[in-house]
């Protein structure tokens, strides 16, 4: 049975969410479903919306029709912060470490903006760095930091506080593959030690194919394909819409 089909009462999910700028729709009747301890992978090419989905997931875009539900309540219409504060958390393409602060300062002012106390926030942001092998970065400043470091910390800072759900945007852009493999480990650990639900929207197929119980595949702001590896690896609808005309040459050719 798809998972779209079949809510748990703890899941993030989005019915028939549709989003328009004008007379351009970013999204068309997307469904998804994101569920504690599990990761889903969210693919797609360029332009194909995966950006736009986690926006409407994070409150940063309201759908245009649609729904969004957290555990059952309808929240399409709250903001980043009463989201982030009821268990949604996520990263940006970009980073967005506050450069002006070190990373200790990074997480732990996420932590007091959750209504926790300095003294907690600071302890709760030494155990994550603690856990993901980062403890050394915690005094060093934000602003310079290697990028995977600047990576690790963005996760970090948004697990502060065990959210119920993590939205990974494009995590591993620029990582070589080693790299890669081990943002996989730290991904699946999230999912496994915290038991938190992962959305991971990736241009790396193979990081994404290799962490996720269900992907999920956007083209042109729709779904073309949902299901497990398996099922995606073996989809006709993949192949011509993700890997495109380059593909379908060399398929005809070889």
Do not use: C
Not at 111 to 118: A, F, I, K, M, T
């Amino acid at each position: 049975m798809s998972q779209t089909s079949n809510t748990s009462a703890l899941s993030l999910a989005a019915s028939g969410v549709t989003v328009a700028f004008g007379g351009f729709k970013a999204l068309t009747d997307v469904t998804l479903t994101i569920t504690p301890g599990a990761v889903h992978g969210l693919i797609g090419p360029n332009g194909a919306g995966k950006t736009t989905m986690v926006n409407v997931l994070t409150g940063f875009q309201a759908p245009t029709t649609g729904t969004v539900k957290l555990n059952g309540t309808s929240v399409g219409d709250w903001s980043p912060h009463a989201l982030r504060r009821a268990g949604i958390a996520r990263t940006f393409q970009a980073g967005r470490l506050f450069t002006g602060l070190d990373v200790l300062d990074n997480l732990a002012v996420t932590g007091v903006g959750l209504g926790h106390s300095r003294r907690a926030s600071e302890t709760e942001a030494m155990r994550l760095l603690a856990w993901m092998g980062s403890s050394h970065l915690a005094e060093l400043p934000a602003a310079g930091l290697p990028y995977t470091d600047e990576r690790r910390v963005g996760i970090a800072r948004a697990l502060m506080f065990s959210p119920d759900f993590l939205l990974l945007d494009e995590p591993a852009a620029g990582m070589s593959e080693a790299e890669a493999s081990d943002l996989a480990s730290i991904i699946k650990r999230v999912s496994e030690e915290l038991g938190t639900g992962v959305l991971l929207i990736e241009h790396n197929v193979g990081l994404v194919l290799s962490v996720s119980h269900h992907v999920y595949v956007l083209d042109a702001g729709t779904i073309i394909e949902e299901g497990d590896k398996d099922a995606i690896l073996s989809s006709q609808a993949v192949r011509d819409a993700y890997l495109g005309a380059e593909h379908t040459e060399h398929t005809e050719g070889a």
